[in-house]
């Protein structure tokens, strides 16, 4: 028999590399995830752009910070290990203006302090040396941050849960979660399910799920489509590596970049437009409950009279392809619209508080034997080991552990 049953909610990244560590944390632990899909990674995991961050942008002391940077190292040695994608295609962080060289100067204070390795500044003859089609002023340059594929990584902490005598039970969306006694009660329309600790990694669903473990109502969840343009196999070339904005810390996300992967394709975007639905992936994706949900939290409308000039620019962008180009252009002045075509989209689960504010660090807590990711968006896949090891501290900090084989 088991020493002990926990079930994991959700089999995006998070989810299987916190349901991995418990198997090799806790020898004799049976390890159960339950998924509402066919098929494991298939939302923000999926949609994921396959960046590796390096720690540049997130407040020091904070859990992105540290989970980010412990993260990079764990997900490189995974990789090496099981022969996946890692590839250190370096980033630069480029300033096109003049007064952008204040923020560009506290972002490598920022970076410094989070111990991003081999991070310096370089001037606009350094840059053309790394990039001979960015323009800018200066920037930052980061050779470490590397592009990988998270999808397939999710896929291998999947076979190591199973491999480890665990389940990922594909086509159980989660309807119900009880107490009973001496466990937890997880309910799909068809089977019932009792573990003694229960873990939530819903993304987003993330407080759907937490509300049915009587987690509290808040933070909320507001989808943000983020959609990406291609170049053209023929111009894949104009950049070497990522080729980054310097980010408005008013605002949780990056701007407009480009994006090599590791199929040999380049993104550029995304944009951040508020999705008319939780898994909206497209614009005419619409669902009225998760609109009557936005509409009826009063930390929407907070959040729209801050950001509401940002939210039309974004917009703009989404159904003007010029309008998206001119951002890039900023960064890239050879590239047109002739050079691109339509890409793919994501959906980033992102957390906002009544009062407006849109939740930047990670959130997860533990309240009796259910422990809840509430927020976690970008650097998530890049942090996902270390995050992992965070969760299963925070859900068997009143049991002793064992040692990592």
Known sequence: MPDETVGVVGAGIVGLATA??????????RVVVFEKEREVSLHQTGHNSGVVHAGIYYAPGSLKAGLTVRGVSLLREYCQDRRLPYQEIGKLVVAVRDDELGRMNSLYERARNNHVPDLRKISQEEIRELEPNVGGVAALHS???????????????????????????????????????GGIEVASARERVRVDRLILCAGLQSDVVARLAQDGREPRIVPFRGEYLLLRPGRTDLVRGLVYPVPDPRYPFLGVHFTPRVDGSVEVGPNAVLA????????????????LGLAAYPGTWRMAARHWRTGVREYRGSFSRTAFMKDARLYVPGVGVQDVVRGGAGVRAQALDRDGTLVDDFRIHRAGR?????NAPSPAATAAMAIAEHIVHAAFEDAPATRHP
Not at 157 to 173: H, I, K, N, Y
Request: no cysteine; proline share 9%; hydrophobic share 35%.
């Open 20 to 29: 991995r560590e418990i198997t090799l944390r806790r020898p004799g632990t």
């Open 143 to 181: 050779p470490r941050t590397a592009i990988t594929d998270y999808p397939a990584i999710a896929r291998a902490f999947a076979q190591d849960v199973t491999g480890s005598g665990g389940e990922v039970r594909l086509g159980f969306p989660v309807t119900g979660i009880t107490d009973v006694p």
């Open 276 to 291: 008319l639905a939780r898994e909206g992936y497209t614009r005419t994706r619409v669902s009225p409950r998760d609109l």
């Open 370 to 374: 259910v422990t809840a990711v509430r």
